[in-house]
């Protein structure tokens, strides 16, 4: 167990430092034009993003706006910036709040200064919920236990973002046409599989090429009609032409934005690899990892067994992406790299492989609503767990993965990291083919 909680801690440094923001805002900063100029910074790593800005305008005025985790909202930022607490991954009336006060900052400051200023945007992972801002007349509270139906129904990011951009006012590339005329920048953090800008914060300044009726097909096709009959009707007003679409490919709104992927998956994938390269052979990196927690459990495990069975050495597998948990109504707690970590260890003591791991990591540091970020998966896990009386397989089908880490000790704990480049999955074994 010791072996395998080292590789562990080295990757979770490993993919923190390279999801630092800081650092890539600092990386991909260029000058910005002189005139007025606002900024927002929007997302899990907003409090690091808008630090490392306010050093790079540090001899410039400047207003600017962060929506922050609630744990980060006392950061000093100084005196130009406002933040404002938001809760994730569902909105609470103070990320309305927040999302009001920008638009409104963003309205007067574009009426003001039309061409002649500039508005700098830093998004990170968690900027949907942040960015949250109903239209009318859709409550809070019946929107977000839509989303939270959507969550448990197993909903990909892409398949929430598309009913999210068609029921607010400033995703879908809405901010970008609040913003007129304004020269906008936007670096951007990504938590989505692909970069696509479209998706990452459900694309406030992206065009959308998503339609009310695609937004119709998600909500239906996860069982989610009716749950909020405001939606519902909403986007069936938009269908008839009764709600203005989101800006689409070509819209000229978006010809003063650039927007610019700073960092994502694939540079914590590779620093991983650079890192545990220093002690073992790596020998499979991939990114882009989809689907049910429990589909690349067995994925994973299935390519580090057919690469100890072709190979003389040791095998080392690092994987990144982004796996669902479709819950339902099931009580069990855990999250995608903790369900990954389970199933990985349930199908390693099937195998007979005792001396392989599949580690898991959520580089936000917060996997599912739990405070632990992953979990560390092995044959052991499973006999532990059925020498004190619990069925692995039993607490997998619970979806209860957090419950069956922290009983056997093998949970990884960061807390929040203040970032979030996705999952990062780890399959190692000690014997050669």
């Known amino acids: 167990m010791g072996k395998w909680r080292d590789i562990a801690d080295l990757v979770v440094r490993a993919a923190i430092d390279a999801a630092d923001a800081a650092q890539a805002v ?14 927002l910074s929007i997302g899990k790593a907003s409090v690091a993003m ?14 600017g706006i962060v929506t922050a985790a609630p744990e980060c909202a006392a950061s000093n930022l100084g005196a130009h ?18 999302a009001l006060h920008i638009e409104s900052h963003v309205r007067e400051f574009a009426l003001r200064h039309a061409a002649r200023g500039s508005l700098v945007v830093l998004v990170s992972g968690g900027g949907s919920a942040h960015l949250t801002l109903p239209a009318e007349p859709i409550p809070l509270d019946e929107y977000t236990e839509l989303q939270r139906r959507l969550m448990l129904a197993g909903a990909t990011i892409n398949e929430l973002n598309v009913v999210r951009k068609h029921c607010e006012r400033l995703k879908g590339g809405r901010l970008a046409a609040l913003a007129g005329d304004l020269r906008v920048r936007a670096l951007v953090i990504s938590d989505v599989i692909g970069d696509p800008l479209d998706v990452i914060a459900s694309g406030p300044l992206a065009p959308d090429p998503s339609t009310f009726a695609d937004a119709i097909g998600v909500i239906a096709a996860r069982g989610c009609t009716g ?21 689409k490919p070509g819209d000229p709104v978006f ?22 390269g220093s002690h073992s052979k790596v020998t499979q990196q991939r990114t882009a990892v989809t689907g049910e927690a429990r589909s690349v459990a067995i994925r994973i495990v299935d390519a580090l067994a057919a690469d100890v069975a072709s190979r003389h050495a040791p095998s080392c597998i690092i994987w990144g992406g982004e796996p669902t948990v479709s819950v339902g109504d099931l009580p069990g707690r855990g999250g995608p790299s903790q369900e990954v970590a389970l199933a990985a260890a349930i199908e390693l003591e099937r195998r007979g492989m005792d001396d ?41 089908a619970m979806h209860d993965s957090a419950t069956a880490l922290e009983y056997a000790g093998k949970a990884i704990k960061t807390g929040p990291t203040g970032t979030n480049v996705n999952h990062v999955f780890i399959a190692c074994s000690d014997r050669g083919g």
Do not use: K, Y
């Open 26 to 39: 600092r990386r991909a900063w260029t000058p910005i034009a002189d005139g007025p100029l606002l900024a």
């Open 50 to 63: 808008a630090r490392a800005a306010d050093e790079l305008l540090a001899h410039r005025e400047f207003a």
């Open 81 to 98: 910036w406002r933040v404002f607490p938001c809760d994730h991954p569902l909105a609470t009336r103070r990320n309305v709040d927040a």
């Open 227 to 247: 749950v909020s009959t405001s939606v519902d009707t909403a986007l069936e007003q938009g269908t008839r032409g009764q709600r203005p679409e989101t800006p």
């Open 255 to 276: 010809d003063s934005v650039e927007s610019r992927i700073i960092s994502g998956n694939v540079a914590a994938v590779l620093a991983v690899g650079c890192a545990i």
């Open 356 to 396: 392989a791991c599949v580690i898991t990591f959520s580089t936000d540091g917060i996997d599912g609503p739990t405070c632990n970020a992953g979990g560390i998966g092995d044959a052991a896990l499973c006999r532990e767990l059925q020498s004190a009386g619990h069925d692995p397989a039993a607490m997998l």
